[in-house]
């Protein structure tokens, strides 16, 4: 039997390793050069002149400066999707406010604009799209919801490296803020790691405040003149979420292959879409025009497949290959369920993604090969041989 294929790997190369070796040599581990390299070129790579990009050692933790810049706090509410990893809701907790959860939209996976506009109150503070898969969400509906009732956006793109809507980086739409992640199978890793960005000045000092124990740079910087090296001023309780430099160090040669990378994804993508074609399954949504960054596959079984979804892992599994569910939808999770009392059957799209969805194998390290033994597994299995 030929070896296991996982779900997912990270495309770990000689310059990473040679960039993390040289990181370990300078002596300076934490944040430093590296990161603060990692920045520019983040900032740079997204294309835009006026964008601050701030390294921190998560996405989650990106998420929670961005909704403490915001100034979210208890009592407020923020929208967000059911269908998303339970980091994008924690963080409105973390602030003592309520996450307001929408269904999805089933041209997208993303947020339903329509369903996100009946669950506005006077209470609504901002809205938290996430761009699933690396498709991106509907921003124009979005946007224009936003204005019209006065709410912030925090862009979750953990999945949109690189991204683009109507041949515009994520990350550049002049959202309040956006926030990527680097985790170990995101689309460029380090790991652990993330980066927001914003192109509001008052939210990029805050964040980099808030980023390192609440200690403000600007104010050292100020008196630093006139004062020893010890000194600094802590303005508030602030976090431990700055990344270190091996992890900086990771990512500036990650970031250098991010749209090799990308491409790689889009033809193994357009592959599976050409081989499933005649299958009873919905392919992965995409809209004309827009790129995609393919950070996940999930085709959803149709009612007349011949397989259910839990079967067809566990005998793909046995077939030796990996693959997932994106995900259990926030509804169906204990914590958030009992306290805001959700039902499945206000979440009609996401509670049948949940059902029926499964990700398949999609990342750079794949071969031809491993891909063409998906494909055969795949298709035995959802036409019943
Ligand atoms: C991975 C992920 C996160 C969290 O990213 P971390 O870097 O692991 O904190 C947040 N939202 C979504 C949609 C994700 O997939």
Redesign the pocket.
Known sequence: MSRFLPFALPDIGDEEIEEVVDTLRSGWLSTGPKAKRFESEFAAFLGAGDLHAIAVN??????HLAVEALGISAGDEVIVPTH??T??AEVVRYMGADPVFVDVDERSYCIDADSMASRITTRTRAIIP?H?AGLAADMGAITALAHEKGLAIIE?A??ALPTKLNGQMIGTLGTDCT?F???A??TIATG???MLVTRREDIARRARVMRLHGIDRDAFDRYVSDKPAWWYQVVAPGFKYNMPDIAAAIGLQQLRKADRFRERRALLARRYDDAFADLPIALPPRRQGDSHAW?LYVIRLLADARIGRDELISRIAQRGIGTSV??VPLHQQPYWRDRYSLRAEDFPVSQELYERGISLPLYTRMTDDDQERVIAAFRDLVLGR
């Open positions: 998560s996405a989650t933790a990106g998420l998303t990893f980091a994008t996430v699933y979750d953990a999945h926030v992640s680097f985790y199978t995101k652990e790691g993330g950070h994106h995900y």
